[in-house]
Antibody
Framework: EVLLVASGGGLIQPGGSLRLSCTTS????????MTWVRQAPGKGLEWVAV????????YYADSVKGRFTISRDNSKNTLYLQMNSLRADDTAMYSC???????????????WGQGTMVTVSS | QSALTQEASVSGTVGQKVTLSCTGN????????VGWYQQISHGAPKAVMF??SLPSDIPDRFSGSKSGTTASLTISGLQAEDEADYYC???????????FGGGTKLTVL
């Protein structure tokens, strides 16, 4: 069974940092691109960042560019999202998802994990 | 404002066929595969269609199509358990990133 489990969320003050993790199992992690998607309370889905099967290729939404960094450790089957300079509008449920292929441009996100909530507030 | 445009809400009765649409442009839908995601009561999204692929655990009453810069998700034989929010998504080459539609709330009457 393919599983994605996000963790690391919590309450953080504006300007602070958090690192989210997405531990995976049930598939060959290094063969697939991975992504983070977030959903603010009462809002729709917003794509955050994507990383290819090899760690070198990454893309970010304009709203997080320069503040967030997506990375992966293929030896640990784990995806990360380092979030710096957090703002109130970063408050959301953050979910990781597996792409259907190795590259960052694929058919879609075929498996999603449960999210981890990030609340940015003083 | 979302890069992809979806109906805010669609409704249908049990057994009916409904079609949800997702409109983009040549930078996104016109050139890339579209994924559709079901979200029930703000739980984890679930893929119901991506590209031409129907996930193995999704019933074949779900089908997808694309014409030009508009993609569609059709549910034939609507069931009560299909009531959910549905989002479309694809790659956008001008933004160099993935984009989502604003979501359609499907109500089963």
């Amino acid at each position: 069974e393919v599983l994605l489990v996000a963790s690391g969320g919590g309450l953080i003050q504006p300007g602070g940092s958090l690192r989210l993790s997405c531990t995976t199992s049930g598939f060959t992690f290094s063969n697939y691109a991975m992504t983070w998607v977030r959903q603010a309370p009462g809002k729709g889905l917003e794509w955050v960042a994507v990383i290819g099967g090899s760690p070198g290729i990454t893309y970010y939404a304009d709203s997080v560019k320069g503040r967030f960094t997506i990375s992966r450790d293929n030896s640990k089957n784990t995806l990360y999202l380092q979030m710096n300079s957090l703002r109130a509008d970063d408050t959301a449920m953050y979910s990781c998802a597996k792409l259907s292929g190795f590259g960052v441009v694929a058919q879609g996100f075929d498996i999603w994990g449960q999210g981890t909530m990030v609340t940015v507030s003083s | 404002q979302s890069a992809l445009t979806q109906e805010a809400s669609v409704s249908g009765t049990v057994g009916q066929k409904v079609t949800l649409s997702c409109t983009g442009n040549s930078n996104n839908i016109g050139n890339y595969a579209v994924g559709w995601y079901q979200q029930i009561s703000h739980g984890a999204p679930k893929a119901v269609m991506f590209g031409n692929s129907l996930p193995s655990d999704i019933p074949d009453r779900f089908s997808g199509s694309k014409s030009g810069t508009t993609a569609s998700l059709t549910i034939s034989g609507l069931q009560a358990e299909d009531e959910a929010d549905y989002y479309c998504s694809t790659w956008d080459k001008s933004l160099s990133g993935w984009v989502f539609g604003g979501g359609t709330k499907l109500t089963v009457l």
